[in-house]
């Protein structure tokens, strides 16, 4: 058995077919060790860390910073067993005559495990050498299934042509760094795993640091000095139109590659908005008694600590209507309606990656308390940019907060596979009739869409109103109903 594993692009969930290659965390030459992050990877649902399936010396980097490469495509060959010595052939194969490039291209190498993995074998190792499987010689095409006994490839049997040599692993040159837009290096950054995760508890980026160890690699201490100094002020910079700038052509248009969350996003809200026949209804709220109802609860010894928000209420809001409506909550299955004795309840955030939609498992089973350490969980998660394709997977029902951005309400598209949306608007001070008398009132406007072929009006009408019910006077609705 070949001790240089080759490692492929993992499927990180919900059969994406690729991801996009964002930074090397290690490079060739390094010692890994088993389950060490190697190399950041952003998928149309999150950016996530992929650790290392084994521990040895890295051989070649088949893919840079910046690639989109397909789910089961070589990303890194390892050498597990590095203190055995040199790589070498047999004494055979040091004995057949060197092959051309056009034979190379024809030979047929059978996979490891049976299976059929797609990318490159072969790379640029410590020396000059090339990492080869024994008894293959270097090779720069596609691995292919083994063909038919007795069956010979055209390709192979005819004369040598001259063939365009296959890009060779990429291994990351130690270069001058790449510069950000804030002036920040980018790019792989020598730090041991332990250093790393002390960097993020700390709030430090490793990307500004100039590391004082062995070949310039980053210590505790250098994160710690990091730390403890005065936060320099940083220059304001306003990169949107920069960019943009720089962006358009002669024609003075600018075209955007559609990848990542993006693509997703598009791909979902086309599907949703041309198989659901949507139905969107709007209720106006005082929410007067809600806000204030905040306000004690965050006086309240232990809540001092606690992000409490108007969603709070919203949330705790639709899992209480849903076990009213449990309709709501449920799934167009063709044949059948798939009804939810759980709620994922999914929250729209917008990322500088786009828009995604994480939920909170079995929400409905959480206390308020519970419900409020998860969204700021999920919150904090999101910023940060680390959010998990598990963590967006399995939504049954979404809020969407338009609010944070000073709008009223809007007409959500459903998420695939969801039946309701809620979209929470701007809580704003209105004149609003209370008690016979037009008065100053924090007031909100819901808007909710439905699957019609599930939830009729009626339905949809009862939900949005015991939400509504709720906002109006939250300590009333948790004693009719529970």
Excluded: C
């Amino acid at each position: 058995m070949s001790r240089i594993k080759t490692f492929n692009l993992p499927d990180l969930g919900e059969g994406l077919t690729e991801g996009e290659i964002l930074a090397w965390l290690v490079k060739v030459g390094d010692d890994i060790e088993l389950n060490q992050p190697i190399v950041e990877v952003e998928t149309a649902k999150a950016a996530v860390e992929i650790p290392a399936k084994w521990a040895g010396r890295v051989q070649a980097i088949f893919h840079p910073e910046g690639t989109t490469v397909e789910v089961g495509s070589p990303i890194i060959a390892i050498d597990t067993d590095p203190t055995a010595g040199p790589i070498e052939q047999s004494k055979d194969d040091a004995s057949r005559p060197t092959p051309s490039a056009a034979s190379l291209a024809a030979v047929e190498v059978a996979p490891e495990e049976g299976m059929v993995e797609p990318g490159l074998i072969g790379g640029v190792a410590p020396g000059g050498r090339t990492a080869v499987l024994v008894g293959y010689g270097p090779r720069n095409a596609p691995a292919k299934r083994r063909p038919r006994k007795g069956g010979v490839p055209a390709q192979a049997a005819a004369p040598a042509a001259p063939v365009q040599p296959a890009p060779a692993p990429v291994v990351p040159a130690p270069a001058a760094p790449a510069v950000n837009g804030n002036g920040r290096v980018t790019g792989a950054v020598l730090a041991k795993p332990p250093v790393r995760k002390l960097a993020k508890d700390l709030g430090v980026d490793l990307a500004t640091l100039t590391g004082s160890g062995p070949l310039g690699s980053i210590t505790r201490e250098d994160v710690q000095r990091a730390a403890s100094a005065p936060a320099a002020a940083e220059p304001l910079t306003v990169a949107a139109p920069a960019t943009a700038a720089a962006s358009f052509g002669a024609d003075r248009e600018q075209r955007i590659p559609v990848k990542g969350v993006r693509k997703l996003t598009a791909e979902n809200m086309a599907r949703s908005a041309f198989t659901a026949p949507h139905v969107t209804e709007f209720l106006t709220v005082d929410v007067t008694r809600a806000m204030k109802a905040l306000d004690r609860l965050r006086e309240r010894r232990e809540w001092r600590d606690v992000r409490v928000s108007p969603l709070l209420l919203v949330a705790k809001a639709v899992l209480l209507a849903v076990k009213r409506h449990p309709m709501v909550n449920s799934t167009w299955a063709g044949d059948e309606i798939v009804v939810k004795d759980y709620v994922n309840l999914g929250i729209a955030a917008a990322t500088e990656r786009g828009l995604i939609v994480p939920n909170i498992k079995d929400a409905g089973r959480l206390s308020l308390r519970e419900l409020a350490d998860a969204m700021t969980a999920l919150v904090q998660t999101a910023k940060q940019g680390k959010t998990s394709p598990a963590d967006m997977s399995g939504g049954t029902l979404t809020i969407t907060n338009v609010g944070v951005f000073g709008v009223d309400t809007g007409t959500p598209i459903l998420p695939p596979g969801e039946s309701a949306i809620l979209a929470f608007g701007a809580v704003r001070e209105l004149p609003w009739v209370h008690k016979g008398k037009v008065k100053p009132r924090l007031v909100t406007t819901l808007g909710l869409s439905f699957d019609h072929r599930i939830i009729d009006g009626e339905l949809g009408s009862k939900f949005l109103r015991d939400i509504g019910d709720f906002l109006a006077d939250p300590e009333a609705a948790l004693l009719a109903w529970t």
